[in-house]
């Protein structure tokens, strides 16, 4: 395998913890959470454009993974969970009770895949359907975490 092949699937497999025995999405989701604390210091428009510029590049590098491992939306890429999370958590303070409720909404989102994300996931058949089923269940599981913290009890 050339050296550009062996770049696109770590970064692909975010690190090689894609290949992780047991539920790679869940630990390439856990790597967002790193990542996502580090550009959350970042302004609102630097994070948005982290945001858009990650997207492109990830799709990218999901879509030539899938070409190296011989198979579609493989298991073992998982830069699509660690994106979404980082997207889940956007302006939402980085303690550990939200770093918590925060994953569980968007692994809930991105298993059970709602409407659209399953029509999504399903009809687009490239590295942008792969990133861009998780960054709809990341924009959900936001959406609900906001929804309940602003509730008046």
């Known amino acids: 395998m050339s050296l550009g092949k062996k770049k696109i699937i770590f970064f692909a497999t975010g690190f090689y913890t894609g290949y992780a025995p047991i539920a790679p999405g869940t630990i390439g989701t856990l790597l967002g959470i790193p990542i996502g604390f580090l550009f959350s210091r970042f302004s609102i428009i630097n994070q948005l454009l982290f945001f858009s510029i990650s997207f492109f590049i990830f799709s990218k590098i999901a879509g030539m993974a899938e070409e190296y491992l011989g198979k579609k939306d493989a298991g073992q890429i998982v830069c699509d969970e660690a994106v979404g999370f980082v997207i889940s958590m956007f302006l939402i303070p980085y303690?550990?009770?939200?770093?918590?409720?925060?994953?569980f909404l968007f692994r809930f989102f991105d298993i059970l895949k709602p409407f659209p994300i399953r029509m999504i996931d399903q009809r687009l058949k490239n590295g942008y359907g792969v990133v861009l089923d998780d960054v709809l269940a990341g924009v959900y599981a936001n959406i609900v975490f906001h929804i309940f913290s602003n509730l008046k009890v």
């Open 95 to 103: 303690t550990i009770f939200n770093i918590i409720i925060v994953f």
